[in-house]
């Protein structure tokens, strides 16, 4: 079955500091590749995605990820935090043999300290 | 800006009771989706409906049922609600993806309704 493993549960980071946040997926077909992100009492919201071509994906914020198809990961990476990018963060997987199912991680909770 | 309206942000209910939870897009989608979020175990998919009346299992179904009577509305039902359903309940829509056009998959999210079942 489809699964996706999100291994952080918690980051702490201080503000400045390098981020790398894992997601790894169980599916060996063709994918879709999706984070999400959910600020403190606001709802979910895109992040970044990855649908084909260049495997490096930039999203909004300075968020970045890259598409490892031989290691299944879809690592998420910001060069220097900030203290608004305090919040949870999903990776989520589609497969192109499903039209329609999206199945996500546990998430991770990133704080950063100020 | 799509819009996903979820009708209660926040409900209590007893034991036994039945709860209906609604959802509404504004942006013509074909796919509504509900999931619960569990600290810990991230977003779980209840169900998902890719059409009108059309509905496809998620990974944990039991104890609920849905409908979509209309494109825009997809209701998630709990007949007989019991503690372990209290939770953050979400739902979700989505541009319609083949598995030969995906298309862009994106959900858009409502804000979510929380339901504690006493």
């Known amino acids: 079955a489809q699964s996706v493993s999100q291994h952080n549960h918690h980051v702490i980071l201080s503000e400045a500091a390098s981020l790398e946040l894992g997601c790894n997926y169980s599916y060996g077909g063709t994918v879709n590749l999706f984070w999400y992100v959910q600020y403190p009492g606001q709802h979910l919201q895109l992040l970044l995605k990855?649908?084909?071509?260049?495997?490096l994906v930039k999203g909004i914020k300075g968020f970045e990820a890259e598409f490892i198809k031989s290691k299944f990961s879809f690592n998420l990476r910001k060069p220097s935090v900030q203290w608004s990018d305090t919040a949870e963060y999903f990776c989520?997987?589609?497969?192109?043999?499903?039209?329609?199912?999206?199945?996500f991680g546990s998430g991770t909770r990133l704080s950063i300290r100020p | 800006d799509v819009k996903v309206t979820q009708s209660s942000r926040y409900l209590v209910k007893r034991t036994g009771e039945k709860v209906f939870l609604e959802c509404v897009q504004d942006m013509d989608h074909e796919n509504m989706f509900w999931y619960r979020q569990d600290p810990g175990l991230g977003l779980r998919l209840i169900y998902f409906s890719y059409d009108v009346k059309m509905k496809e299992k998620g990974d944990i179904p039991e104890g609920y049922s849905v409908s979509r009577e209309k494109k825009e509305r997809f209701s998630l039902i709990l007949e007989s609600a019991s503690t372990n359903q209290t939770s953050m309940y979400l739902c979700a829509s989505s541009l319609f993806a083949s598995g030969s056009s995906p298309g862009t998959g994106e959900l858009f999210f409502g804000e979510g309704s929380r339901l504690t079942v006493l």
């Open positions: 989520a997987v589609k497969s192109h043999s499903s039209a329609s199912k999206i199945i």
């Open positions: 990855y649908f084909s071509g260049d495997p």
